[in-house]
């Protein structure tokens, strides 16, 4: 932890006290709301991602990169829904396709006209996804990725690293949560690749999978290093181990997917967030011969239910989005703006003095108030949380939608107008603050 003097201290106290004050005097609907909502949800909450101090602003709607809260307020949306919002709000192509699905009907129980296309499409994009299955959420696609492996190799073990996140019951922050799926899981440390040799060749032959996001996204939006994803690739091969991406979130970096981008071709890969136009949606695909035991005209095929797994409006709206809406100039266009506001945020914290840095790829970042490089989730750790949860308060009361984590994704419809009124309010923040920030050395 940055240790702050006495005196920084109490007067970071206080600047917490009072934004939070004015934050609550700001928004008394959306107080109200969470209280009532405490009734029947633990804490008001049923998504532990979106509760922060002192309560969560409650949106009503939105339009492009901008959010209106209950209160009233606008904001320009640096959240986008956590990345699924790659697409903003109410785009018109999207809205028509699920208007469409609205009009016609939907639980028809039977394959629709979009499944297949949506396959066909990701197929096509992403090099090392030669078939496609659908489901519902990022995490499902992961839990159907590792169990595959399992059955795939025979083995029971799974290698992910400390500090990653693959889904609500597959995090690994902070050796593991107790809700954890019970797969046998072995923790390394990410970007230390002798430790991590070490560690597959300890345990090759009990290992079905490793698993990894090329860039961690809940973990700081910290990057694996050419030479880690390298050796990855090269030591689960030569065990006969599986390489899993989780390209839930990073699939978004590039046209064809982190790992198109970088080359890497791992066995399985997972999908989610945005791919289904906003509605709920996951996916896992790679190696044919991997996915083709899911043929169900096959002997002893692979069986995998799910009652919503081709959910039209997903099917539909994801269809849309991917192929009309996300070309290759846009997805470009809004990662290069992710790559300006990056650049300006830690320019502007180097020329104000402050011990912080903006981690991240293209349009996913995360601002951490650490003096030097982040390239672990061991290293965020080293942050005190306060100055974070002072930054959010502040960037909130401007209009700022930012997440109490400091990570921050564009979507589509952001603009250079937008990055350049946001990066002036960090600025104004920095000025203010530099007191009571931490002090870079
Ligand atoms: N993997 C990664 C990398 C994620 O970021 C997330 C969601 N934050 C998931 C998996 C889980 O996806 P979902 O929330 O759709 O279950």
Not at 54 to 83: I, K, Q, W
Not at 300 to 322: C, D, E, K, L, P
Not at 350 to 366: H, P
Not at 424 to 441: N, V
Request: charged content about 20%.
């Amino acid at each position: 932890m940055i240790a702050a003097s006495l005196g920084a201290n109490i007067e970071l106290d206080t600047a917490i006290a009072d934004s939070r004050q004015r934050f609550t005097a700001a928004n008394p609907a959306s107080l109200a709301r969470h209280q009532a909502a405490k009734q029947s949800l633990p804490g008001g909450n049923t998504r532990a991602v979106l509760y922060y101090e002192p309560f969560p602003l409650a949106m009503t709607g939105g339009e492009g990169n901008r959010l209106t809260d209950l209160d009233g307020h606008t904001y320009v949306d640096f959240v986008s829904e956590y990345t699924a919002g790659l697409y903003g709000h109410r785009n018109s192509l999207i809205a028509d396709a699920i208007r469409k699905v609205a009009d016609s009907g939907w639980v028809l129980g039977a394959p629709n006209p979009y499944e297949a296309r949506l396959g066909e499409a990701i197929v096509a994009r992403f090099p090392a996804i030669e078939r496609v299955r659908f489901c519902n959420s990022g995490t499902e696609a992961n839990l159907m990725a590792l169990s595959t492996a399992r059955a795939v190799t025979g083995r029971p073990g799974i290698l992910a690293f400390e500090g990653g996140y693959h889904g609500g019951i597959l995090t690994f922050a902070h050796g593991g949560s107790p809700l954890n799926a019970p797969y046998p899981f072995v923790l390394g440390h990410y970007n230390d690749v002798a430790g991590t040799v070490a560690l597959i060749r300890q345990h090759a032959r009990e290992l079905a999978a490793v698993i990894l996001e090329p860039m961690m996204g809940g973990g700081g939006c910290i990057p694996a290093r050419p030479e880690f994803l390298a050796m990855l690739r090269e030591e689960t091969a030569k065990a006969g181990i599986l390489l899993i991406l989780d390209e839930v979130m990073t699939s978004r970096l590039s046209y064809r997917g982190y790992h198109g981008k970088v080359g890497l071709k791992p066995d399985l890969v997972s999908l989610g967030k945005y791919i289904g136009g906003g509605c709920s949606f996951g996916a896992f695909g790679g190696r044919a011969d991997i996915l083709d035991r899911f043929d169900p005209s096959s002997p002893n095929a692979f069986g995998h239910g799910g009652t919503f797994n081709n959910n039209i409006f997903s099917m539909a709206a994801g269809f849309t989005g991917f192929t009309q809406v996300l070309t290759e100039s846009a997805l470009t266009q809004m990662n290069e703006l992710g790559d300006q506001l990056r650049g300006t945020m830690n320019d502007l914290l180097r020329q104000r003095g402050v011990a912080g840095t903006v981690t991240g790829v293209g349009s996913l970042m995360n601002l951490h108030f650490i003096d030097g490089e982040v390239s672990s989730p061991h290293d965020v750790d080293a942050a005190d949380p306060r100055y974070l949860h002072l930054w959010q308060m502040e960037m909130l009361l401007r209009g700022q939608y930012v997440t109490p984590r400091g990570m921050m994704a564009l979507s589509l419809p952001f603009t250079r107008g937008d990055i350049d009124r946001f990066t002036g309010i960090f600025d104004d923040f920095l000025a203010e603050h530099r007191t009571i920030l931490p002090i870079r050395r």
